[in-house]
């Protein structure tokens, strides 16, 4: 007889094909073996399946972002226009209170842009500061 000798240390990644190269030294019998490769492909098709559901909920929710973002530009554009519109029928007094509020709405919506884009950054970070503490 002989023995073979395995290293405890490997020079490279485990990859599938690895695991399941020697996964038959992990079961006793060839119905243990073929029941592991069973749900190991049942496993992988799931795992598709997965991949599959998000992509598709991944390009539904771009399309969706990308119609709001549409339907955001033109109802400004429309605002923008009536403001132009009634701008042309007020007095020289009336015109420049209006495009004074016009430039503080402005600020203020980028004021609000910024915060909201602290508060999702934030948010990423605790996420991402919980998921490498977990990872630990």
């Avoid at 519109?85 to 402005?106: H, K």
Wanted: charged residues 35%; aromatic residues 8%.
């Amino acid at each position: 007889m002989f023995e073979i000798g395995f290293s405890t240390k490997s020079t490279h990644r485990c990859t599938s094909s690895d695991a399941f190269s020697t996964a038959f030294l992990e079961w006793s019998t060839v119905e243990n073996l073929e029941a592991f490769v069973e749900k190991k492909v049942e496993y992988n098709q799931m795992m598709d399946d997965m991949i599959e559901f998000f992509r598709t909920a991944a390009h539904e929710h771009r399309v969706y972002a990308e119609a709001k973002r549409r339907a955001a530009k033109l109802a400004e554009e429309r605002r923008l226009q009536e403001l132009q519109r009634a701008l042309e029928g007020m007095n020289p007094a009336e015109a420049e209170a209006a495009l004074q509020a016009e430039r503080e709405r402005a600020l203020r919506l980028q004021k609000e842009r910024e915060a909201r884009t602290a508060a999702m950054d934030a948010k990423i970070e605790r996420a991402r500061a919980r998921y490498l503490e977990n990872t630990r």
